[in-house]
């Protein structure tokens, strides 16, 4: 399929070195990894060999990787499992631009009779650093708080957040699946007793995921089972998406030090500034200065990001109106809503997400179909600022 395909923060594409890796794992693998004879033996290997290369991408010991089925159970973990560790303790800090797997499992917890503090943000989509130290109480379980916002890119000072978590005795939970695999990400210079990270966000196959789990971090399993994961997470592995997971970390922990996702933020800020030039109604939401490399949410004021996306896929163009978890609603994103965006401009909110395989052309030919797009639907012919 010949597709311009700037929707990778939903998913990626997976490398052909991981699908041959699973397909390998799948004929000579195939075992199961808690059986003692050979064949099992030979699957046990394969996944603590993942473990090792993942735990490397990240700056863990192995045994503190626990594999799960993606970010989303990650997540859902970090939080119940905190929970039911600390059973008297009924409170939860997070912020409001959270994931959805974080944002709807506050709600139930709510429901549930647990309180839920929720950090508010600046128009930018920076963290109210004041706001989150003065939530924290007595009561609290656990902070949970992304390192990079899906829909923005937009940076949280994760490492400032551990200071005031820590001083408080609380643990700590940091949502970074769309970080691992694209920057520089270590357990232990960040402060995070719990961390999620997901192999289909660095061009590992879907269904593979991961949480660390700090050294006297308290965690309690959510599923009953075998012994699996630690006891922690209980039931057969996955065997070949782990190996998929493992060989993709390898193979980002080179991008991040060969410098390919500085290309790939070039590309991003060309994109935005070629659209801004082009395109009158266009405004790029969130900082532009701390952020991921390859995110960029463009706003097209008086539109709606639905027919926008229609429109764009017609031509060929994948993008995003935000979290693939809650596409085809027609209300705002709750990311924008609390940075305060304007309906008008929230409405029309555009998520381009690069990868490193996308290339100058594509951007090229994004940037001819963006504006044509948006024209059309604008009922105007696309005309330009000054440069």
């Known amino acids: 399929m010949n597709a311009?395909?700037?929707?990778?923060?939903?998913?990626?594409?997976?490398?052909?070195?991981?699908?041959?890796?699973?397909?390998?794992?799948?004929?000579?693998?195939?075992?199961?990894?808690?059986?003692?004879?050979?064949?099992?033996?030979?699957?046990?290997?394969?996944?603590?060999?993942?473990?090792?290369?993942?735990?490397?991408?990240?700056?863990?010991?192995?045994?503190?990787?626990?594999?799960?089925?993606?970010?989303?159970?990650?997540?859902?973990?970090?939080?119940?499992?905190?929970?039911?560790?600390?059973?008297?303790?009924?409170?939860?800090?997070?912020?409001?631009?959270?994931?959805?797997?974080?944002?709807?499992?506050?709600?139930?917890?709510?429901?549930?009779?647990?309180?839920?503090?929720?950090?508010?943000?600046?128009?930018?989509?920076?963290?109210?650093?004041?706001?989150?130290?003065?939530?924290?109480?007595?009561?609290?379980?656990?902070?949970?708080?992304m390192h990079a916002n899906n829909e923005t890119g937009v940076l949280f000072p994760i490492r400032r957040v551990a200071e005031i978590v820590s001083a408080r005795g609380t643990v700590l939970h940091v949502d970074a699946v769309q970080t691992v695999g694209r920057i520089a990400v270590d357990v232990a210079d960040l402060g995070a007793n719990l961390l999620s990270a997901s192999a289909h966000k660095m061009h590992g196959p879907k269904g593979a995921g991961a949480l660390y789990v700090g050294r006297r971090t308290r965690l309690r399993s959510q599923l009953m089972g075998g012994h699996q994961e630690r006891d922690i997470r209980p039931g057969t592995q996955n065997v070949a998406a782990i190996v998929g997971f493992g060989v993709a970390a390898r193979r980002a922990r080179e991008w991040i030090g060969d410098g390919s996702w500085g290309r790939v933020a070039g590309l991003r800020d060309r994109l935005e500034r070629e659209i801004h030039r082009r395109v009158p109604c266009a405004s790029v939401i969130g900082d532009p200065a701390h952020r991921v490399p390859n995110t960029s949410n463009i706003a097209f004021e008086s539109l709606e990001a639905e027919a926008i996306l229609i429109a764009l896929s017609e031509e060929g163009l994948c993008a995003s109106s935000g979290s693939a978890c809650s596409s085809g609603s027609l209300e705002p994103s709750h990311v924008l809503k609390a940075m305060g965006i304007e309906q008008r401009v929230a409405h029309g909110a555009i998520r381009f997400s690069l990868s490193v395989d996308t290339t100058d052309e594509e951007i090229d030919a994004a940037l001819e179909i963006v504006p044509r797009v948006i024209g059309r639907l604008s009922g105007s012919a696309p005309n330009r600022r000054d440069a």
Do not use: W
């Open 4 to 145: 311009i395909y700037l929707d990778n923060n939903a998913t990626t594409r997976a490398t052909d070195e991981v699908i041959e890796a699973m397909a390998r794992c799948e004929r000579e693998q195939f075992g199961n990894p808690s059986s003692l004879h050979r064949v099992g033996q030979a699957a046990r290997h394969a996944v603590e060999t993942a473990r090792q290369d993942v735990a490397k991408l990240m700056g863990a010991r192995p045994h503190d990787v626990v594999f799960t089925s993606g970010g989303t159970e990650s997540d859902n973990l970090a939080i119940l499992g905190t929970l039911a560790a600390y059973p008297t303790r009924r409170h939860v800090v997070t912020s409001a631009v959270e994931h959805v797997a974080v944002h709807s499992l506050g709600e139930r917890l709510e429901k549930d009779g647990y309180r839920v503090t929720r950090v508010g943000v600046d128009a930018a989509g920076a963290l109210n650093l004041d706001e989150l130290e003065s939530a924290i109480g007595d009561d609290t379980a656990i902070v949970s708080m």
